[in-house]
Structure formats: C-alpha cells, structure tokens
C-alpha cells in the first residue's frame, strides 16, 4: 500500500509561483512513473506532468509545458511540480499519483492507468 501526501498549495495571483510537493511512503520502490493532474471546479481531472523514476519519461500537457517543471528524489520518495507564470485557469485542486507498471507515453497521461492517489492540494490563481 502506498499513501501519497501533497504539499505547497495555497494563493498567488497570475504571474506568480507556486511548487508542489507529493510524499510518498510505503511500498515505492516498485513503482514506474509518478504524475500530476488537475480538476478544476464543474470539470473532469485531466493529465498535467508525468516522469518515470528513471528520468528517462517526462510528459506535460500542452497548457503547462514551457511553464510547469516536475522532478523528482527517489532517495527522499518526493515528486516536485514547479508552476511558474501560473494563470487563472491553473486554479484547480492538483493531484499527484502512483503508476506500478510500465505504461507507455499515452498510457502515462491516463488517470485510469494510475494506481493510488493523493488526497489532493488546492491551487488557486487570482487574475
């Protein structure tokens, strides 16, 4: 069982910054790849940034790239989502997740390929 806690939410206004964290503890040495997705209020949860534990993955959405960066330390079991130059439409409860399995780029970026999850960190941009 693996049980993920996200960090670093809060309030900034557009153009700011903010950094997420995610914790994970348990059983995480077995993992492939950790992700961030979103859910912004009367919307469906879409895909942001995913990486393998290798590094050797990285994957963004088209609407964060540029501007969001994830990484990782597997030595401390933390994924990191650095979002720059946020904007009122990065307002959403973010969310990291665990993948076990191999998955490949598309599966990467599918929430149903994703075994457990966060509880969840509000992230709200003021315009």
């Known amino acids: 069982q693996v049980h993920l806690v996200e960090s670093g939410g809060g309030l900034v206004q557009a153009g700011g910054s903010l950094r997420l964290s995610c914790a994970a503890s348990g059983s995480t040495s077995s993992h492939y790849a950790m992700g961030w997705f979103r859910q912004a209020l009367g919307k469906e949860r879409e895909f942001v940034a995913a990486m393998s534990r290798n590094g050797a993955m990285i994957l963004y959405a088209d609407s964060v790239k540029g501007r969001f960066t994830i990484s990782r330390d597997n030595a401390e079991n933390t994924v990191t989502l650095q979002m720059n130059s946020l904007k009122a439409d990065d307002t959403a409860v973010y969310y990291c997740?665990?993948?076990?399995?191999?998955?490949?780029?598309?599966?990467?970026?599918?929430?149903?390929?994703?075994?457990?999850w966060g509880q969840g960190a509000q992230v709200t941009v003021s315009s």
């Open positions: 997740a665990r993948r076990g399995q191999f998955c490949s780029n598309y599966e990467c970026q599918q929430e149903d390929e994703y075994d457990d």
